[in-house]
């Protein structure tokens, strides 16, 4: 199965932007945990947050400097799984994609880009 996630863009420091991810073709990921990564430039892809099953998935955040900032959330009837990230700061410039967790066969999506001016 083939997450892409959507969403980003070009977004001023402080500011908001709500990612998406989907299945690209066919498939479903509704029982599966999945991951939102990102990876900034000249970085390593970096394991942001994820989500379990269900409308209401326990939500954990990997990295100390989104804590607060980001949630994820997820809509089974949609199939779709977000990335909300509120107060964005220049060092959250990265390419954002999502995956199903330790499903190392799955192919990545291209990702989406996102930029934080200042």
């Known amino acids: 199965v083939q997450l892409q996630a959507s969403g980003g863009g070009l977004v001023q420091t402080g500011g908001s932007l709500n990612l998406s991810c989907t299945v690209s073709?066919?498939?479903?990921?509704?029982?599966?945990?999945v991951g939102w990564y990102r990876q900034a430039p000249g970085k390593q892809r970096e394991l942001v947050a994820s989500i379990t099953p269900g409308d209401r998935g326990r939500v954990s955040i990997f990295m100390d400097s989104v804590k607060g900032r980001f949630t994820v959330s997820r809509d089974s009837a949609r199939n779709t799984v977000y990335l909300q990230m509120d107060n964005l700061k220049s060092e959250d410039t990265a390419v954002y994609y999502c995956h199903r967790v330790g499903r190392v066969s799955d192919p990545w999506g291209q990702g989406t880009l996102v930029t934080v001016s200042s």
């Open positions: 073709g066919s498939g479903d990921f509704t029982s599966n945990i």
